[in-house]
């Protein structure tokens, strides 16, 4: 092959030899420019093995000159962070929960801290939106088992809802009326039409009324007498229109028959005490969250009256 | 076909290495011309971000600033937000109709007078003469082997460019930020990665640019001169070889009385009473160009049409006593008119013609249209967002809540007031902060001077309605002054609420 290469006369360039029916092929010179930049590339490849981890051995690779890894890269971002976070944590870790609402700023930062800490660890059970589940709640609204001021909800956060293994954790226990036979299932099936014609689901019925005086008898402890609930027992209001486990009737049936119990972990175990704040505090944004009780401002801003779903709404 | 019955001469060449062009200095009408427009367009560029225009507190004092940190463009008493990115667009359109108006009516005086590239080549070029002296000077020089002279002279030049280059790379950044603030920084080692990047990119552009490419840029590279011949026509001004005045060439006067026959036959033609041109092919027009073409071979796409060929022929034609302007302005149109012996067109009559007038009312209907815009437009704007999880929420009472993340856009250099209030179903709300307590038919939120105030907003209606109903928020400046924006959204129940 190598015997045809030759001279071609037009463009003065050697041919490369292969000779196709007469066409030819010429062996045209690089320009000088492409060849610079080929070998730019290869002095840089060099380079690039040298300083950089480049050849797989056997546990892992070469280290490179410049002891780079992504996992350092990673390392060294995440304490960047740290350290221009660091005086917004200090103040978040000096300024007391209640105080929050008076730094506006502070506050929108322990939100946005809180958001992100949410979607970690209390998604799983409240939901990516915070809007709970069946036996779950839903935080956003204006409900709560044990109260909705930044304090308490730092505390339920901190010391979790009948967490074993937490001497300050939130305690109560519904007596399970029907299995341990304190009501018999016709009084149980009376107190649910009771509950039912309170939380203006039903009608006025002899069965209410029946189940009215079995739920003072039984019930009135921990719901109160007009069954508003309890919040320092985790009572639930039963007048309301949100029910944490159903309010049908099957469901209350088998609540009153069978109880209840909720169990929240007490995150003081796991988490510092500012992650606990800022998720507090962005539990409080959603919308349902109450003022401080000991504040003097807006006294008695709770109970809002008579439960008449729907119609008197806001003022 | 095989190559061996083609003749090994001559030899065609598909690569081109560069021929050095070495302009020889010139002095004229249209020399002085590009000195005027290079001093103005350098001043421009490096004085601009320096000029201040007081703003108020909340906004930087720099005339012409582009805030990328902050996503402002300030110039003078006009200050673009990025939603109104549409005025720089209209800015670019102008821009880009205003050079095919100027191109149609006066040919290539963008690429002759202002284009950077022409600007930036012009002064490297005289720096270049300053040092190692006029075209033939250079070409000795250029010829010479490197010695201490050469190394001297091509150094010191090489270090002048790159302090220009360098100063033009560091003008550009200061459009960016502070101009007096980011200098200090710069010098003293601690501005950004991002400015010295931008500088030593820059640096290196200008000089590659400017100092060693030059004509390859216009010739090779720049896309406009293809796009520009679209834009001219038979009465756009191009520089023109007078052909018909200019030939045929009386060559080498002296040396063709010696070998008369031989070297000059327009002699001979002269001698036997004929006409003979006025050119005398003294190739001064050819010494001077800047891209190192010969204009008498006509119209040609290296030609940048900056008139120092016209500059040239002058003196010389004025040394032979002839007429000026053997090399001239012309147009195609009035080329043809002289060859046939009539007089050239006047020039209003050639400007105003269909093309360059649908082009200039294309412009300032822009320019009116953006300036009408911007002395109209409201300084506040509004957008909302619905909560899309959850996206409602049962209340205690049964009622139902929407959640919205409502941002209010305030672009003057003052704190306002707004008003939010809500058409669409009959609600009541409140911002965060308040509580249903508080909640009423309106929010007030105060946006900070220059900003976007973002706030959450909660609607709480009854749960009697339809699964979803259209809502429109509509925001009111509580100043006094009749500005108001609304935005739409939507109000969402429980799917098979009563």
């Known amino acids: 092959m190598a015997d045809n290469k030759r001279i071609d006369a037009a463009t003065g360039t050697s041919t490369v030899g292969h000779e196709w029916d007469g066409i030819e092929e010429l062996d045209t010179p690089m320009p000088r420019w492409w060849l610079v930049i080929l070998w730019a590339t290869v002095v840089f490849a060099i380079g690039y093995c040298i300083v950089y981890p480049a050849w797989p051995l056997i546990h892992g690779a070469t280290p490179g000159l410049w002891g780079w890894s992504s996992r350092g ?15 917004i944590m200090a103040a978040l870790a000096r300024t007391p929960i209640d105080r929050l609402p008076s730094d506006p700023k502070l506050l929108a930062a322990a939100v946005e801290g809180g958001r992100s800490a949410f979607k970690v660890y209390c998604v799983q059970c409240h939901g990516s939106g915070a809007a709970g589940s069946r036996g779950y709640p839903n935080l956003n609204d204006d409900d709560w088992l044990w109260g909705g001021d930044l304090k308490t ?28 036979g304190i009501l018999n299932p016709g009084e149980v099936d009376d ?8 939380s203006h689901q039903e009608a006025a019925s002899a069965a209410a009324k029946r189940g009215k005086t079995l739920f003072a008898n039984n019930c009135a402890v921990c719901h109160g007498a007009d069954a508003k609930g309890n919040r320092t027992m985790g009572a639930p209001n039963l007048t309301d229109a949100i029910w944490l486990y159903g309010g049908d009737r099957d469901t209350l049936v088998q609540t009153v028959t069978n109880a209840r119990y909720g169990i929240m972990p007490a995150w003081g175990h796991r988490l510092d005490p500012v992650t606990i704040k800022m998720l507090a505090a962005y539990v409080h944004s959603l919308g349902g969250g109450e003022a ?24 | 076909m095989s190559g061996a019955d ?3 001469e001559p030899k065609p060449r598909f690569f081109e290495a560069r021929r050095k062009v070495f302009p020889r200095r010139v002095d004229g009408t249209f020399r002085r011309l590009k000195w005027a427009i290079m001093a103005v367009t350098l001043a421009i560029y490096y004085v601009t971000p320096w000029l201040r225009w007081h703003r108020g507190e909340y906004a930087p004092d720099q005339a012409v600033l582009v805030d990328l940190a902050h996503r402002r463009f300030y110039m003078f008493s006009i200050e673009i937000w990025p939603n109104e990115f549409y005025y720089v667009v209209g800015l670019l359109i102008m821009a880009a109709v205003g050079l095919f108006l100027v191109t149609s009516a006066v040919g290539r005086a963008w690429c002759g007078y202002a284009c950077p590239q022409t600007v930036w080549t012009d002064l490297f070029v005289h720096v270049e003469r300053a040092i190692e002296g006029d075209r033939n000077a250079q070409i000795r020089l250029d010829r010479a082997s490197w010695g201490v002279e050469k190394i001297a002279k091509r150094g010191t030049k090489f270090v002048i460019w790159l302090l220009i280059a360098m100063t033009t790379g560091g003008a550009w950044i200061f459009y960016f930020a502070d101009a007096p603030t980011l200098a200090r920084e710069f010098l003293t080692g601690t501005a950004p990665f991002v400015a010295y990047s931008t500088v030593g990119i820059l640096t290196f552009t200008t000089f590659t640019l400017g100092g060693l490419m030059r004509e390859q840029v216009c010739i090779y590279m720049c896309p406009w001169p293809r796009i520009q011949s679209a834009m001219m026509d038979e009465k756009s001004l191009a520089v023109t070889y007078k052909d018909w005045r200019g030939e045929p060439r009386t060559h080498g006067l002296k040396r063709a009385q010696a070998h008369e026959a031989e070297v000059a036959p327009s002699l001979v033609r002269l001698a036997q009473g004929e006409k003979v041109g006025d050119c005398i092919d003294c190739n001064a027009c050819v010494a001077v160009c800047p891209t190192g073409i010969d204009i008498r071979e006509g119209p040609q796409i290296g030609c940048i049409t900056c008139g120092l060929c016209i500059d040239a022929c002058d003196e010389i034609m004025e040394k032979v006593d002839r007429p000026t302007r053997l090399i001239g302005y012309t147009t195609e149109a009035d080329m043809k008119l002289a060859r046939a012996g009539g007089t050239p067109m006047p020039p209003l009559k050639r400007l105003l013609r269909p093309r360059t007038i649908i082009y200039f009312l294309i412009w300032a209907g822009i320019g009116c249209g953006m300036l009408f815009a911007l002395g109209t437009r409201t300084h506040m704007g509004v957008s909302v967002l619905q909560t899309r999880n959850p996206l409602w929420v049962r209340l205690s009472d049964g009622a139902i809540r929407n959640t919205y993340t409502v941002k209010l856009r305030n672009m003057e250099g003052r704190p306002r007031s707004f008003a939010v209030s809500l058409s669409g179903i009959d609600a009541r709300m409140w911002a965060d902060g ?3 307590e508080t909640a009423g038919k309106t929010v007030t939120i105060t946006v900070p001077a220059d900003r976007v105030a973002k706030a959450q907003i909660f609607v709480v209606a009854p749960a009697q309605g339809a699964q979803r109903s259209e809502l429109l928020f509509t925001v009111t400046a509580l100043d006094g002054q009749k500005s108001s924006a609304s935005d739409g959204s939507y109000f969402e129940r429980p799917e098979g609420n009563p």
């Open chain 1, 73 to 87: 890269q990673l390392a060294q971002e995440t304490a960047q962070e740290n350290t221009r976070r660091a005086p």
């Open chain 1, 191 to 198: 107190v649910v039409s009771y509950v039912r014609y309170v």
């Open chain 2, 434 to 436: 308040g509580s249903r």
């Open chain 1, 153 to 180: 909800i730092q505390q339920t956060i901190t010391d979790g809802i009948r967490f074993p293994g937490d001497d300050k954790t939130r305690m109560s226990q519904m007596p399970a009326f029907g299995r341990d």
């Open chain 2, 6 to 8: 083609v003749a090994p």
């Open chain 1, 292 to 315: 401080d009780p000991a504040a003097p401002a807006p006294a008695v801003a709770a109970a809002p009256a008579a439960a008449q779903a729907g119609e008197n709404v806001g003022r």
